[in-house]
């Protein structure tokens, strides 16, 4: 507080100065020059903090600033990658109940479980909530298997 204190006082100091220097200064080339001069008097004053600044305490403020970026960045790589697995999920499915839909399935619910594989989420498993038939779950199950590599294995049928 007291270096705030003497930092304020300087700052005020220094532009009364300059105020006064500015309003005796007659006209002229004379003039520039003394404005110039207090221009740089009241730089050096505003930034004096910086020049009687600890080192340490600065290099401590960095780390600590660097330390909080990479936790803020970290954080919101994890979020933006489970916005984008939601994302993928939900697209599947709604891309299997559309299918389903075509091929004759009205009554169905899923959902679907995705996988990191390969640099990306992919479609790994799905569990399947539906009254159709035998034949129907057949047609669907190799479209599962074939459009969106999900092996009968893990296709997991329940009836409703």
């Known amino acids: 507080m007291t ?3 003497a930092w304020i006082l300087g700052l005020t100091g220094a532009s009364i100065l300059a105020a006064l220097a500015g309003q005796l200064t007659p006209e002229g080339p ?3 020059v003394t404005g110039l001069v207090c221009g740089v008097m009241l730089a050096g004053v505003m930034l004096s903090p910086l ?5 340490e305490i600065l290099s401590d403020a960095l780390s600590d600033y660097r330390q909080t970026a990479e936790e803020l960045t970290a954080d919101v790589e994890a979020r933006e990658n489970r916005l984008i697995r939601t994302f993928i999920q939900e697209q599947c499915r709604a891309y299997i109940l559309d299918e389903a839909q075509l091929l004759g399935i009205t009554d169905l619910s899923c959902t679907v479980r995705v996988k990191w594989r390969d640099e990306s989420w992919v479609p790994y498993e799905v569990s399947l ?5 035998a034949e129907e779950r057949r047609r669907l199950g190799d479209y599962l298997d074939g459009e969106l590599g999900i ?4 296709q997991h049928w329940n009836e409703k």
Do not use: G, H
């Open 129 to 133: 909530i539906t009254d159709a038939s």
């Open 3 to 5: 270096f705030l204190r």
């Open 30 to 32: 004379v003039k520039k």
């Open 51 to 55: 020049v009687r600044a600890d080192r």
């Open 151 to 154: 092996p009968e294995e893990r």
